[in-house]
């Protein structure tokens, strides 16, 4: 079975001179073709082996998206070690916790400030200098990325042959069940826990995922969500290896939409809140009706976006849809390496995930959660055999999500099992379908329902203020003069005809009975949000305990 390595040599062979990835280098943009990648891989392999970095060591990568990250990423694989991927937003004392728990005993670090923010916790942990590959920056007593590559480079395009020829030999060591990595789980239902990945979990489902969609080597794509995580490294990185495309590395989320005019992509992968961003801002800009504004927003050349981590809300699907380009939905979980379920471009359920992608099984268990089979299953948890054996039985992967599947077999899903909320009349709740259907409204950005044991929903939100202020005011509510005047119940009335307006359709229980406005929105920073923007529910109701319960004491009739 062939692993990554295998993959890029294969491109260095077939096609060396074509562009393979881009980047932006202190100053300007850059461009390297296969051949040369596979050469940097190499040298930065052998300079890896050089300072002592051996088979089976645990090697943390804390960086953003860059091409010292990509190259680090295959170098470790050449030297058969084990990469540990960090998140950068993390807080220091939760990545030690990591770098502890690995075990790891090199570190490669991108900048500076992320170094000086780690510094004393490496200093715990006995990492030294020695032990730390700064990427783009001077570390005294470290040996950079740079001049461990450069130490190990030789000139001219035959040498660059010899090289690859080495990286051959080392593809050819690694075995399908040697661990790749070891990456740490987001945290939505719990502490972190490492997910232990092979290098045949790897590849196997970069080519199902492939298998469902139509990339090939003239597909462009820009790589902007964390690399960290397992849906940009398979679904950007390895696809990209498989199929040939060229990557561009992009500088974040931010110079997202300059960099799609710069290098139109032809294909995209993002997380509902990218596209809800689109769809905003093109509200925001009265554009939405311009059916060419969608298209000119991501480049003017977009053939197709991929969609994970997260349901899509319908009336984004629909929009992109309606403006000729293909949005498909997925499903998975790190587990899984990470692809379960897709939609495919002439295949497709609007509000599923999809079917399962060749090689994956899924089932449903008796109470609705979803269960998948493949070679893309995880080993189980790194040093965690209780939680492994709780994870997979009999070879199947215990999701924790809720669905249903179609007599095609689309799954359609329709929570997490640890979210379900169960009034005290009985009646089931999944939040995350009413979630979706609130996120619908201009006015409202953030969403998150409880309800668990009461007789009536509570929904905390965060709101775009002045937009509410706006239609208050068009309303003919005047400006407020304080925080108590009537003008502040006239956009809390405002915002509570929205609720029952864009959940008319839904049944009685799933109505909500009381609104609570956020003081500042989810985010990583404050704890509320998981690295991948998913909504972290139990330190949301941590925060807001107290309001949830003025809430519950106060009669549903009042609403408010």
């Excluded at 969608?294 to 003017?300: N, Y």
């Excluded at 293909?326 to 999809?354: F, H, I, Q």
């Excluded at 985010?523 to 319960?549: P, V």
């Amino acid at each position: 079975m062939e692993n990554v390595l295998d993959l890029l040599v294969r491109q260095a062979t077939s096609a060396p001179g074509k562009p393979a990835l881009t980047w932006w280098n202190e100053a300007a943009w850059q461009t390297t073709s296969w051949l040369e990648l596979a050469a940097d891989v190499t040298r930065l392999a052998r300079g890896l082996s050089s300072v002592g970095v051996r088979s089976g060591d645990r090697v943390a990568i804390l960086g953003e998206n860059s091409r010292p990250w990509v190259l680090m990423d295959l170098a470790l694989q050449a030297c058969r070690a084990v990469s540990v991927p960090l998140h950068t937003q993390l807080a220091a004392e939760q990545i030690a916790e990591q770098l502890q728990h690995s075990g790891t005993s090199w570190m490669g670090v991108s900048t500076a400030q992320l170094f000086g923010k780690m510094e004393s916790q490496l200093a715990a942990l006995g990492l030294g200098v020695e032990r730390v590959i700064p990427f783009e920056f001077e570390l005294p007593g470290a040996r950079s990325f740079e001049q461990l590559i450069l130490s190990n480079a030789e000139s001219g395009r035959s040498n660059m042959a010899a090289e690859l020829k080495w990286l051959r030999a080392a593809a050819r060591r690694i075995q399908p069940e040697d661990l790749l990595t070891v990456l740490y789980t987001s945290g939505t239902t719990g502490d972190p826990k490492g997910v232990m990945l092979t290098h045949r979990n790897i590849v196997a489902n970069a080519r199902s995922k492939c298998a469902s969609l139509p990339l090939g080597p003239n597909d462009r794509r820009i790589c902007w969500l964390p690399l960290s995580h397992i849906f940009a490294r398979v679904c950007d990185l390895v696809t990209g290896l498989l199929a040939g495309c060229q990557t561009m590395i992009s500088r974040g989320r931010d110079p997202l939409f300059e960099e799609c005019k710069r290098f139109p992509p032809t294909y995209l992968n993002g997380v509902p809140y990218f596209y809800e961003r689109c769809y905003r801002l093109l509200q925001q800009q009265q554009r939405l009706s311009d059916p060419t504004a969608l298209r000119a927003l991501l480049g003017g050349e977009i053939q197709l976006c991929n969609c994970g981590g997260a349901p899509l809300a319908d009336h984004v699907f629909d929009y992109f849809r309606s403006r000729g380009i293909g949005l498909v939905t997925g499903y998975g979980l790190t587990e899984a390496a990470p692809v379960v379920t897709s939609n495919r471009p002439d295949a497709w359920r609007r509000g599923s995930v999809g079917q399962a992608i060749p090689g994956v099984e899924v089932r449903l268990a008796a109470d609705g959660e979803v269960l998948g089979r493949g070679e893309n299953v995880m080993s189980g948890y790194y040093r965690n055999e209780a939680a492994s054996q709780r994870a997979v039985i009999d070879g199947w992967l215990q999701t924790g999500d809720l669905g249903e599947l179609d007599a095609e077999g689309y799954l359609f899903l329709n929570g997490r099992k640890d979210d379900l909320i169960v009034l005290n009349t009985a009646k089931k709740v999944y939040p995350g379908e009413l979630e979706s259907l609130l996120l619908a409204s201009p006015l409202i950005t953030q969403c998150c329902l409880f309800g668990n044991r009461r007789n009536y929903l509570v929904a905390i939100l965060t709101v775009d203020h002045a937009l509410l202020a706006q239609r208050a005011a068009r309303a003919g509510a005047p400006e407020p003069r304080s925080a108590e005047s009537g003008a502040v119940s006239r956009e809390k009335s405002l915002l509570l005809a929205e609720v029952d307006r864009l959940l008319s359709g839904r049944g009685a229980h799933e109505q909500i009975g009381g609104v609570i406005l956020t003081v500042e929105p989810f985010s990583l920073d404050n704890g509320l949000l998981t690295a991948k923007q998913s909504l972290r529910r139990k330190q949301i109701f941590q925060r807001y305990e107290m309001e949830l319960e003025a809430a519950y004491r106060e009669r549903a009739t009042r609403r408010i």
